[in-house]
């Protein structure tokens, strides 16, 4: 008989999965003294996908550092600071969103109004830059810190089943040969998308309404072009557009371009079904170049850039579980679903749901009041899966009709600036949910518009309903618009301006003195005309 090495841990809260979300939750329980185990099935450094960050991921960042007193992790939260404090933990600068559209077999070129491209800065200088986080490192951090900070940290651990008849969650599993079990009070999946307690529980899909199944193939290269290099502005941007998560467009499809500091730049392409399959994106690398060759401006952008590693290709990139919590265990978003990787919504629903799940943890509220709590977790993270998917579902039905398209991006800029804008000034309930989709003006709005752009072939047959389609849509963001992208005589660039907070100071429901009075409290003084833009950017940071 051989006998097997055994090992048994007691803790409150099991974590299973310690990418950055399982990680930050674990920390984040720790300062409330909770015994934290993490579970994780494969070992740090390694690759993860999923990398842009927003001015709303780095206000969140912000918040739990504040709230749990974790002032190592407030640097992350922009460029500047992470890289003051943190320089061996690789990112790349992320000053806003570039998009640029093309059509195939045509080199790029555009006009005077910038019919072929979308700028939207998010901040007015580095310093305050959000990031993409190079998730080898950055991930790595984040465990070695949980460690530190007491957590029960398991790697190469394989899980069996959860059993939950115990009067309490047990998992058990095997960690190189020695066999395992943990009791917990708890269990959180941070797994990611058809992750650990979809599959052993049998949880179940939600189908997608509105977006219509997509895939995507990506990889990690170096020697890529800058864009700014191949194809020169005749006037200076808001920002360097390479310094950004940079967007090309094409009907059906999308390229991510994001460089960071060590050299490395992630991209990839998502795509409707039926252009991948057009493509053959399970053949990998060969399918990345036939794309390109349709693209020849996004070709020379590749010219010299080689991969490094294998491409990852995924066959079916949306992805949401019919359940997101039971009576002692919960999702993560990033667990309960993934919609795509347009606009990275990723972390910020995220790290909401953080925020969101860590309070229903520390809470010792009697059972029943946890279960409501948890119920209302599972409600919210569904909602806003949703609401993300309807967002991103138009925005691919508007692929083809590039001006479209970009009003489309202004209900998701509007909502989160507006969602920033409202926190920084300490009132958050004022932004109600995830892109506003709670709120009783904003909510109904986007939900019409979105169906009706996923609804009505797009394009010259139907002008009228376009034309309302955009009337609708400036409608619905006027009474938010606290960063002037209403003004559509800005050409599509939309640099970062205080005289925008200042203007929409009535919207904010706010004096000019209280915004002056949070321009100062974002460190900035009373502002001259140069470091407004700065102060008004570090609001939308
Ligand atoms: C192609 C693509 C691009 C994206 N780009 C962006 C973006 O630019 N910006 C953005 O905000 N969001 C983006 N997202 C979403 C983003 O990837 C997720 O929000 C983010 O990675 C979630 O992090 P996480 O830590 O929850 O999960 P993950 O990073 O997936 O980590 C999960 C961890 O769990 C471990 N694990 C899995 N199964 C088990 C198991 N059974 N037992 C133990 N451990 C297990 C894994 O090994 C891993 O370490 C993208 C998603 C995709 C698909």
Known sequence: MTL??????????AIVGSGFAG???????????MRVALLERGRHPRFAIGESSTPLAGLLIEELADRYDLPRLRPFAKWGTWQDAHPDVACGRKRGFSFFHHEAGRAFADDDAHTRQLLVAASPNDVIADTHWYRPDFDHWLVREAEAAGVCYLDDTSLDVPAFDQGHPVIEGTRRGARVRVDAQ??????????????RLG????????????QALYSHFEGVERWDSLVPSEATPPYPVDDAALHHVVPGAWVWVLRFNNGVTSAGVAATESVARQYGFDTGADAWARFLADYPAVQAQFASARPLRPFTYTPRVAHRTAVVAGRDWALLPSAAGVIDPLLSTGFPLTLLGIGRLARVLEDTSPGRAREASLARYAQDTTAELEVT??????????????PLFKRLTALYFVAASYAETVRRLGQPDRARGFLLHADPVFGPALRDITARAVAFPVGDEHPAARQRLLDDIARAIAPFDV???????????YPVLASDLHAAHERLGV??????????RCGFGNASTESQGALAGQVRA
């Open 389 to 402: 998917e309807r967002l991103v579902a138009a925005l691919y039905a508007s692929m083809s009709d590039f």
């Open 4 to 13: 097997v090495p055994s090992s048994r841990v007691d803790t409150d809260v």
């Open 483 to 493: 960063a002037g992208l209403g003004d559509t005589t800005r050409r599509d660039w």
């Open 186 to 199: 708890f269990i959180v999946d941070a797994s990611g998308p058809r992750g650990f307690l979809w599959s």
């Open 23 to 33: 990680s930050l939750l674990a920390l984040v329980l720790r300062q409330r003294d």
């Open 511 to 520: 004096s000019h003195a209280a915004i002056d009075a949070l321009l100062a």
């Open 203 to 214: 949880l179940g899909d939600t189908p997608t309404q509105w977006l219509p199944p997509t």
